[in-house]
């Protein structure tokens, strides 16, 4: 059971990991990537619908995004979801895909997008520390009813010590990556 949580602990980390990786996805960086849509939504029949649902992104050039509906009569609602998305974004309509040219950065605005980025990152060690404290609490819990020993709760609280470390270091190794890939001219 104990050891089970340690685990558990960890795997609940991950997920606090792979939820960072999925929020810097969204951030925009100097070139075109079809994730910064991902949070777009689009009315399509009369039913807010994610934009990747009913299209496709490809990037043929670095300031170039091309998104291709898979039904044609949802250009317009298309272009203007993403317009309304407020990405910073201009896309043209062509009649067969929309073009997002993606204008780039100035100095400000990727400060800016890097203190998003910091804080973000802060959320998940915050997260990673919460769990941490959760599953010392509950092995500090079972100490105290006799259901494991001292020892063991030392060990149990090391472990779990060396699982948020690791994740930890995990998160700031994500944030420097990301921070390198926005400053990037």
């Given at each position: 059971?104990?050891?089970?949580?340690?685990?558990?602990?960890?795997?609940?980390?991950?997920?606090?990991?792979?939820?960072l990786a999925h929020?810097?996805?969204?951030?925009?960086?100097?070139?075109?990537?079809?994730?910064?849509?991902?949070?777009?939504?689009?009315?399509?029949?009369?039913?807010?619908?994610?934009?990747?649902?009913?299209?496709?992104?490809?990037?043929?050039?670095?300031?170039?995004?091309?998104?291709?509906?898979?039904?044609?009569?949802?250009?317009?609602?298309?272009?203007?979801?993403?317009?309304?998305?407020?990405?910073?974004?201009?896309?043209?309509?062509?009649?067969?895909?929309?073009?997002?040219?993606?204008?780039p950065l100035t100095?400000?605005?990727?400060?800016?997008?890097?203190?998003?980025?910091?804080?973000?990152?802060?959320?998940?060690?915050?997260?990673?520390?919460?769990?941490?404290?959760?599953?010392?609490?509950?092995?500090?819990?079972?100490?105290?009813?006799?259901?494991?020993?001292?020892?063991?709760?030392?060990?149990?609280?090391?472990?779990?010590?060396?699982?948020?470390?690791?994740?930890?270091?995990?998160?700031?190794?994500?944030?420097?990556?990301?921070?390198?890939?926005?400053?990037?001219?």
């Open positions: 059971m104990t050891t089970h949580s340690v685990k558990e602990a960890s795997e609940r980390m991950d997920k606090a990991i792979a939820a929020e810097f996805a969204g951030v925009r960086t100097g070139r075109a990537s079809g994730t910064i849509l991902e949070k777009v939504s689009v009315e399509y029949y009369g039913v807010s619908t994610p934009l990747l649902q009913i299209a496709s992104a490809s990037v043929p050039e670095p300031q170039m995004l091309v998104v291709s509906p898979y039904d044609k009569t949802a250009l317009g609602a298309i272009e203007k979801a993403i317009r309304s998305a407020d990405l910073g974004f201009n896309p043209s309509n062509d009649g067969t895909v929309i073009r997002v040219p993606f204008p100095e400000e605005r990727r400060r800016e997008l890097v203190k998003v980025c910091k804080g973000y990152a802060e959320e998940s060690r915050v997260a990673v520390r919460n769990i941490r404290r959760d599953v010392n609490d509950f092995f500090k819990r079972q100490e105290k009813e006799h259901e494991i020993s001292q020892d063991d709760l030392h060990r149990l609280e090391a472990d779990v010590q060396k699982a948020t470390d690791a994740h930890i270091a995990e998160i700031d190794d994500m944030l420097r990556r990301k921070e390198a890939e926005i400053m990037e001219v």
